[in-house]
């Protein structure tokens, strides 16, 4: 069985939706010289927007946890050698306290500290922008919406958790903390919150994305974090990984366990996870309940919510709120993930007890997984590049609250393309997978004529992801679709709980 060090080498360790057109005037929301509508756009004399009715839209006060409002509440994480539910002793050596009761709580409701929302303020309210002339390229009656969080300093929805985090552990006297980062958007922005709060910071890169994305390591280093490539001679589950493949692309289940295993035997050092976990998913609830706001504030409802799934981060932060509405029957949009072909945690997965690294060292989660020693072929999209998905993401699919479809990377890129030559922004490759799934779902609306309004998760500008784009424009790449063999074998690792 995989080795738990983790475990072993430290204590053992209400709102009002119209439905409708837009009908905002000059006074309520701004016309951009590009014709979008900006909606909420920061301002920072104020912190607020003028929104509809004059309705002044604010950075939220609280995060929503939608453990609260769901039927049925989700599995507990285990203990990987007990099997019992995992305490918050358990998770002691990596988390600070008030993550770990984040994690495990069950509030509906979570103030955001002052000291967070005062550095949300540097980028917070995001803007959300009506795609029009996308719209009229694809020549359909859907209306696109997209919830655009590139304007954070590190470039996607990543710091929004990023800052909370690093202000905790401040708050409990921490002062390195260690990470995991594929794409690089993850760990450079937790380099961005550990700079603004003087914390020292240490990433493992995944090594496909190190060697095609040197600026994003060069951001982390910017901001002064420590980088490695990953897997790295530096930890025990690095060179058992590198001694059986000395050319390995890594993968962020790998990342991770090299990560844990530093925080794991070093007392003064704790870890930090850009997804997957409760507590991150919690932190980026800002993304939809501004959303909320600001589709009120324009009488509009989405009858289709799209994000693009890695560990869930960006799609449940946007979709949690939205789902409390549908939840509670005043709304009833579709809430649809996209992942990659070549790593379809959700649609070819199975539901069951995985560990959340390669190694085996983290408690074991209920979630989609294609089991944990999968490495996923290195597509561009590196930050989707993980074999399992968010627990709380996998219970709300199993539960039949969305639905979910994989594309392949080609079409991304061909959807992130059409979308950089009408709307300007350079997606990065993980929500390309979105805007992918957003123009089949305008395409069909064209067939069908019908005029829904389509709301996208748009997480991330690609300005580092350009070596992508080239291979792209140049014809040279390939669609590296779903492993089947690979992945079978790899599921074939997954504990077998009965047995337990
Ligand atoms: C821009 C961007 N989008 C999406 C993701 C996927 O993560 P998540 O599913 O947690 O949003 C990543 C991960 O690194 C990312 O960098």
Redesign the pocket.
């Known amino acids: 069985m995989a080795q738990s060090l983790l475990f072993s080498s430290k204590t053992i360790c209400s709102n009002h939706f119209l439905k409708g057109e837009e009908t905002c005037g000059l006074s309520n929301v701004f016309k951009t010289s590009l014709g979008h509508l900006k909606l909420s756009h920061s301002c920072r004399s104020t912190k607020t927007t003028t929104c509809a009715a004059s309705q002044p839209i604010e950075v939220p006060r609280q995060w929503y946890n939608l453990i609260a409002d769901l039927p049925v509440k989700p599995p507990p994480a285990l203990h990987p050698k007990t099997y019992k539910p995992v305490t918050p002793q358990d998770w002691s050596p990596l988390f600070p306290e008030e993550l770990i009761k984040q994690e495990n709580s069950d509030a509906r409701f979570i103030d955001i500290p002052q000291e967070v929302i005062d550095v949300y303020e540097l980028w917070r309210p995001t803007p959300l922008i009506r795609a029009k002339r996308l719209e009229k390229l694809l020549d359909t009656p859907a209306k696109i919406y997209y919830k655009y969080e590139g304007v954070s300093p590190a470039g996607?929805?990543?710091p929004n958790t990023a800052v909370p985090q690093v202000w905790y552990n401040s708050q409990e006297g921490i002062k390195n903390v260690v990470t995991e980062t594929?794409?690089g958007?993850?760990g450079s922005s937790l380099a961005f919150a550990c700079s603004l709060f003087g914390l020292n910071c240490e990433v493992w890169q995944v090594r496909a994305s190190y060697d095609q994305k040197p600026y994003r390591k060069l951001m982390m280093q910017t901001w002064g974090a420590k980088v490695h490539p990953s897997p790295s001679t530096i930890t025990e589950a690095g060179r058992r990984i590198l001694e059986k493949d000395p050319a390995s692309p890594g993968s962020l289940g790998i990342a991770i366990s090299e990560a844990v295993e530093v925080a794991a035997k070093n007392p003064d050092t704790k870890y930090c996870l850009?997804?997957v976990l409760n507590h991150v998913l919690l932190h980026q609830t800002v993304i939809g309940e501004e959303c909320i706001k600001q589709m009120e504030a324009i009488g509009v409802t989405p009858d289709v919510i799209i994000g693009?799934?890695?560990?869930?981060?960006?799609?449940g932060g946007l979709a949690f709120p939205f789902i409390r509405e549908k939840l509670a029957g005043k709304i009833n949009p579709l809430i649809r993930a996209v992942e990659p072909a070549a790593c379809p945690s959700l649609t070819k997965g199975v539901y069951a007890y995985d560990y959340g690294d390669t190694a085996g060292m983290t408690p074991l989660m209920k979630m989609h997984t294609l089991g944990h020693d999968f490495i996923p072929d290195p597509i561009h999209a590196g930050?989707?590049r993980y074999h399992g998905m968010a627990p709380l993401i996998s219970h709300v699919y199993d539960l039949g609250f969305m639905e979910a479809f994989a594309i392949p990377q080609i079409e991304c890129f061909r959807g992130a393309i059409q979308f950089a030559r009408t709307e300007g922004l350079i997606p990065?490759p993980?929500?390309a997978h979105a805007i992918a799934a957003t123009i089949r779902e305008a395409l069909h609306c064209k067939e069908t004529g019908e005029s829904k309004v389509i709301l996208m998760a748009m997480?991330?500008h690609g300005h580092f992801d350009l070596p992508a784009y080239d291979k792209y424009l140049q014809g040279s790449m390939v669609d590296l679709s779903y492993a089947k063999e690979r992945i079978q074998e790899s599921m074939a690792n997954i504990p077998n709980m009965s047995q337990k």
């Open positions: 996607s929805h990543k594929g794409a958007q993850w850009g997804s693009c799934t890695g560990g869930g981060s960006n799609f930050g989707l990065a993980e929500p997480c991330g």
